[in-house]
């Protein structure tokens, strides 16, 4: 929906007028740019960027390997390439406040360069993304944004991401590739990159674990003082930019009194070593412009300009005299772009046309001009219509839309035809302040010059396809172990009557309001694809993604419906399931055929607990719920008296007392690097072949191991009391074996049950070993005679 007016009256507080014109002037200052490579949104160096672009004015941008598609997910149930879409959303508001520029390598959600997991090899990685795939995108980039310095914010070496030691290792591969006309073509001009610079400090913490030192450091940047106008610190700016990465828990409060400088290597130069600070033996300024390009022509337009820019910086707050002196330089920075000589172009003019933009910014907000532009509609179908809304306080100023393809201006409103495209997830540039088609352009005039900018609209118009299908639900377990055979499909549609593509023997009836499944009785096991035709036609899904700290975003997909058929056994049992918010192991526990009560805030208790033969504890529910800590002296209880207590992991900062939690101490290891197997086809060894979790009521073989998705599991526990039993051991490749994976303890008359393995996450995946060792942890011997029996037998042995 468009912005209601609570919600616009909310967005129009944040516009402070001399915030704003404080933070447009900033730039003048300098016509050096500086771009921070990583692996993942969430991977730049915030703290830092925020002192050098918003106090030195230095260009920043940000080039970025994928969409953090294989991170955890803090605040929802958003996971892989959905997961992928919001974190692009979150990148996006995390560069609006540090005007940072936005390169993605990934360009789409099938892209080679995919966050697919946690690896401790960079060759692994570029091996996963495609070593050439990765640098010609690379080159791509560079060559497309021009930056004079970039600078990786992880090192690569031992201990690292894999993913971070690649985008380094690239980063070195791409000084050179960028700068040779013999790379293969990407249809854009080379680029020389002037400087490289390594962090010279170390990247461990609890996630990592650096194996060596960092270099020594050649460059110290300090990035302590306050913004004049707001009186916050730079690291705090640093900090309300991280703050939006909601989904990995980032934003931390950043004191007065916090040390915020930052320590460089200068790896690599094409402009000399002997250097005091980051703009040295660059053109720091349209004043040395002309004599780093060695272009004499243009040297007193680009002086008189600078020395303006400068006036306009020193009248702050006056913006009738900001507004002069910044025009004048724009007329001589015009004129210097129309005399560039030919061979001085390539460093210059790119420079040029974004002070353009910047001293247009300036004008606009110092003319006092506010204005905004939106749709009455802001999801649009092929073909549909939706009304064009301007405002603007100023009568002087022009506008018009710059429309995608596809799209057409009819009275007032804007036609989305049959031909336009659908909406991008992943879009490979985000430029604040130049926003994509459809924006408006303004056009008005300041001290006799004519200035035109850009503005985006006040909500990013989704457009849809017009072939779609509502699925509350994509994705199926059917248990085989099971009487039934049927499953209720909840399906939508505006228009036309759907229909399933089945395999022999499957049979599907429409209501109206969905579908009824019915699988022959003698099904075999494995994942079915079922797409989903609409009049004929194929149809798409569409996936909103809504959170209140991002802009809307819809990732459309074919309707395909997905049907895992596996046997797992159960065991009759009364299961309780304690979720954080961030899986979805209750719906599947359900779906198997478990008796499973979902057990929210206010619905746990001590009286609850009788009622329970098994308690399921969510991942990263004891950070989120406090009835969990009030309660665990009642759970311990519980135990001894008879259930069974299954933890699934945890990381040790959520709220994991290793005394308090477990029965008995069980500690969880960290740095994750240390304490996790990434291989997700790694050999499981059996510690006790013959224990009960892993023979009953399904005896989990090899195959249940068979096509997990990225990783085994992670934050395995690094030590343990001798009450617990570890039942698995498993490493990535040249490592030592892991112990910690699946920990079984018997406590009085009960267990408690602890694994690190992502059960929550290859469910989701449709991975059937997964459902069969679920099935396992929460069956008990009660109420199953031939568990009952095969486990007397096994106690006999």
């Known amino acids: 929906m468009p912005l ?42 915030s703290e830092m960027l925020a002192a050098i672009g918003l106090r030195d004015g230095v260009s920043l941008s940000y080039a970025c390997a994928n969409r953090g598609e294989g991170g955890q997910n803090d605040i929802g149930t958003e996971a892989t390439e959905t997961l992928g879409v919001l974190r692009t959303a979150e990148m996006e508001k995390a560069c609006d406040v540090l005007n940072m520029r936005m390169y993605w390598l990934s360009d789409n959600a099938e892209d080679s360069i995919f966050d697919f997991g946690f690896s401790k090899s960079g060759k692994e990685t570029l091996g996963k993304w495609g070593h050439q795939r990765t640098l010609k995108r690379f080159v791509e980039i560079i060559r497309q944004e021009r930056p004079d310095i970039i600078s990786p914010t992880f090192l690569n070496i031992p201990g690292q991401h894999g993913h971070h030691r690649a985008m380094t290792q690239a980063a070195h591969e791409v000084m050179k590739a960028a700068a040779d006309p013999k790379f293969p073509d990407v249809g854009l001009p080379v680029w020389t990159v002037k400087k490289l610079y390594l962090p010279a400090w170390s990247g461990a913490g609890d996630a990592y674990d650096d194996d060596l030192p960092p270099p ?42 916090k040390e915020n400088s930052w320590l460089l290597h200068l790896a690599e130069s094409t402009v000399g070593k002997n250097e005091t600070s980051l703009s040295d033996n660059l053109p720091r300024d349209l004043s040395e ?70 001293l247009s910014k300036v004008l606009m907000i110092a003319e006092g001009i506010v204005a905004s532009a939106r749709l009455s509609e802001d999801q649009l179908s092929l073909g549909e219509i939706a009304k064009v809304e301007f405002e603007c306080n100023r009568d002087a100023v022009g506008y018009e839309l710059e429309l995608p393809k596809g799209w057409s201006l009819q009275d ?39 200035v035109e900018t850009k503005l985006a609209f006040e909500v990013e118009p989704i457009v849809l396809p017009d072939q ?11 248990n085989s172990a099971q009487s039934g055979r049927e499953l209720s499909i909840a399906v939508g549609a505006t228009s036309g009557e759907p229909t399933l593509s089945l395999p022999e023997g499957w049979e599907a009836s429409f209501n109206g309001d969905g579908f009824l499944l019915v699988l022959p009785a003698d099904v075999q096991n494995g994942l079915y694809e079922l797409p989903i035709l609409l009049d004929g036609a194929s149809a798409h899904t569409v996936r909103h993604i809504s959170h209140a700290h991002v802009n809307q975003r819809a990732r459309i997909s074919p309707a395909v419906v997905r049907v895992c058929v596996v046997d797992a056994k159960l065991a009759a049992q009364r299961v309780g399931y304690v979720g954080g918010g961030n899986d979805r192991v209750v719906k599947w526990l359900g779906a198997i055929g478990v008796d499973v009560v979902d057990l929210p805030a206010g619905k746990l208790s001590a009286r609850q607990l009788r009622d329970l033969d098994c308690l399921v504890i969510g991942i990263f529910a004891f950070r989120n719920r406090q009835d969990l800590h009030d309660l665990i002296g009642d759970i ?159 106690e006999a042995s």
């Open 289 to 358: 412009l002309a004599g780093f390009a060695k272009a004499p022509l243009i040297g007193v337009l680009l002086e008189k300009a600078h020395f303006l820019c400068l006036d306009a910086i020193a009248a702050f707050p006056n913006r009738a005299m900001i507004g002069a002196s910044a025009a004048e330089a724009l007329k001589l920075v015009r004129r210097a772009m129309e005399q560039c000589p030919d061979y001085a172009q390539d460093e210059v003019l790119h420079r040029l046309r974004l002070k353009d933009v910047q």
């Open 636 to 794: 311990h209880a519980w135990v001894r008296d008879g259930g069974r207590l299954i933890t699934l992991y945890h990381r040790p900062w959520d709220k994991w007392d290793a005394q308090k939690v477990p029965l008995k101490p069980l500690e969880i290891g960290s740095p994750s690097l240390r304490w996790r197997v990434t291989d997700e086809n790694a050999e499981v060894r059996y510690l006790n072949s013959q224990h009960a979790l892993l023979n009953l009521p399904n005896t989990i073989g090899e195959a249940d191991w068979a096509n997990w998705h990225k990783e085994r599991g992670l934050y395995f526990a690094k030590s343990w009391d001798s009450a617990y039993e570890p039942l698995l051991e498993m490493a990535d490749p040249d490592e030592a074996p892991h112990q910690g994976i699946l920990l079984a303890g018997q406590f009085g008359k009960g267990e408690h049950i602890h694994t690190s393995l992502i059960l929550h996450h290859q469910m989701e995946k449709l991975v059937p070993g997964a459902f069969r060792l679920m099935a396992n942890l929460v069956s008990g011997r009660e109420g199953n005679p031939d568990v009952l029996q095969a486990s007397e037998a096994f």
């Open 468 to 478: 779609i299908v509502e699925l509350a639900e994509t994705d199926f377990v059917l």
């Open 412 to 450: 007032g409103s804007v036609h989305v035809g049959s031909d336009a495209d659908t909406s991008d997830a992943y879009p490979p540039v985000y430029l604040p302040g130049e926003p994509k088609a459809p924006h408006a352009k303004l056009r008005f005039s300041s001290h006799g010059i004519d």
């Open 216 to 257: 020594p450091a050649t460059l110290e940047l300090d990035c302590n003082g306050e913004e004049e106008v707001t009186g916050w610190s730079w690291a705090q700016i640093g900090e309300q930019s991280r703050a939006f990465h909601r989904t990995q828990g980032m934003g931390r409060w950043r004191p007065y009194s």
């Open 4 to 45: 209601s007016d609570q919600e616009r009256i909310a967005a129009h507080k944040q516009n402070v007028r001399l915030v704003e014109l404080w933070r447009a002037l900033q730039p003048l200052k300098s016509t050096v740019s500086f771009m921070n490579t990583g692996a993942h949104p969430d991977d730049e160096i």
